[in-house]
C-alpha cells in the first residue's frame, strides 16, 4: 500500500512538471510570436482625444482598427476588409463596423477622394489609418494587419470551417451552392472573394468574410488546434502585423474579454452608387454616417469632449 501511494504521488508529481514545462513553453512561443508580428507605429490622436489610451494604468475605451489586406505578386495591395472595433469595459461592450471597401471619401495625404481601400496602396498602413481617423472622427488605439493569403494556411490549420450559404454562384470555377458548405482554406478564401455576382454587393461579401471568421474562431477552439499551435504561430508570423506590444496583449485579454463577448454590429449601407470616370464607388448617406460617427464617439467616451471642443 505505501509503495502504492508513494507511486501515485510520483506521477501526479511527474505530470505536474510535464504541464509546467508545456505552460513555459507555449508562454515563450506566445511572447516570441507577438515579438515577432509587432510594428510600433506613431499614432497621433490629440486632435480627437485630450489623452492618449493607456491600457496598462487602467481600463477605459479603446479602438481598434482590422486591416485584410490582399497582397499579390506585383502588386503594392489594397485592403479588402477594414473593421473597426470599439471596446468599453465599463459597459462590457463591443461595436463593430466594416467599411464598404468602394466607400468614396478624402484619402488623407493625397489632397483628393477615392475609394478608402485605396489609402493603403498609396500610404500602407499608416495612409489607412489617417483616412479611417478623418472618414469616422475617431481615434485609432491599435491597428491589427491580417494577409488574406494566410486564411488559406489558417483554414487548413483547423481543419476546415463550415459556413451556411445563401447565395448559389460560381468563383475560380468554384461551385459554392445553398446551403451548409464545408470549406478548405482555398475554397474559404474563394469564397470571400466573390462579389460582382452578388445582389447585394460588397455587403454580401462583408457577411461572408464575418462567417469565415467566425467558422476559424469555432474550429480554433478545438483541442486539434491547440496541438498544432506551432503551426498557427508561424501562420501568425508570417501574416500579421500589429502594433500591439505583448504587455498589452494580456492586459486586454485580462480587462476586456467580457467586453469582447458582447459584439453590436453597425452598418453603412444606406448610401448611393456613383460612376466617376467608368468606375464604380460607394457614396455613404451623410445622416447614416453622421449617426454611426456619434454613435462610436459616446462609446469611446469621447462625444462631450469633442462637443466642448467645437
Not at 464598404?100 to 483628393?112: A, H, L, M, N, S
Not at 494577409?147 to 450559404?165: A, K
Not at 500591439?244 to 453590436?264: A, M, T, V
Amino acid at each position: 500500500m505505501k509503495t502504492r501511494w508513494k507511486w501515485g504521488i510520483g506521477i501526479i508529481i511527474l505530470f505536474c512538471i510535464v504541464l509546467l514545462i508545456v505552460l513555459l513553453n507555449v508562454y515563450g512561443d506566445i511572447k516570441s510570436t507577438a515579438n515577432e508580428i509587432y510594428t510600433p507605429l506613431q499614432l497621433d490622436n490629440s486632435t480627437i482625444r485630450s489623452q492618449p489610451v493607456d491600457i496598462k494604468i487602467k481600463a477605459e475605451p479603446f479602438s481598434a482598427l482590422l486591416l485584410g489586406v490582399d497582397e499579390r505578386s506585383g502588386d503594392s495591395g489594397r485592403t479588402d476588409t477594414m473593421i473597426v472595433l470599439t471596446v468599453n469595459p465599463s459597459l462590457q461592450t463591443t461595436k463593430m463596423l466594416s467599411i464598404p471597401r468602394d466607400t468614396y471619401t478624402e484619402i488623407v495625404g493625397k489632397g483628393f477622394k477615392d475609394k478608402i481601400n485605396h489609402a493603403y496602396s498609396f500610404g500602407g498602413m499608416e495612409m489607412s489609418i489617417k483616412t479611417v481617423k478623418n472618414f469616422l472622427e475617431i481615434p485609432v488605439d491599435y491597428v491589427v494587419k491580417v494577409n488574406m493569403e494566410g486564411f488559406v494556411d489558417i483554414v487548413d490549420i483547423v481543419g476546415g470551417i463550415t459556413v451556411d450559404n445563401g447565395l448559389d454562384f460560381y468563383y475560380e470555377n468554384e461551385h459554392f451552392p445553398i446551403g451548409k458548405l464545408t470549406l478548405d482554406g482555398v475554397k474559404s478564401l474563394k469564397y470571400v472573394r466573390m462579389r460582382y455576382d452578388d445582389p447585394t454587393g460588397d455587403f454580401g461579401r462583408q457577411n461572408r468574410q464575418k462567417q469565415v471568421i467566425q467558422g476559424v474562431l469555432k474550429e480554433g477552439l478545438s483541442l486539434n488546434t491547440v496541438w498544432n499551435y506551432k503551426s498557427i504561430f508561424k501562420t501568425v508570423e508570417k501574416n500579421i502585423e500589429m502594433n500591439i506590444p505583448f504587455n498589452d496583449l494580456y492586459k486586454l485579454q485580462k480587462n476586456y474579454g467580457d467586453s469582447l463577448k458582447n459584439i453590436e454590429q453597425l452598418h453603412i449601407n444606406d448610401g448611393t452608387s456613383m460612376i466617376k470616370n467608368k468606375i464604380y464607388y460607394y457614396v455613404p448617406d451623410e445622416k447614416e454616417l453622421s449617426d454611426v460617427q456619434n454613435n462610436l464617439q459616446e462609446h469611446l467616451g469621447i462625444k462631450n469632449e469633442r462637443e466642448t471642443e467645437e
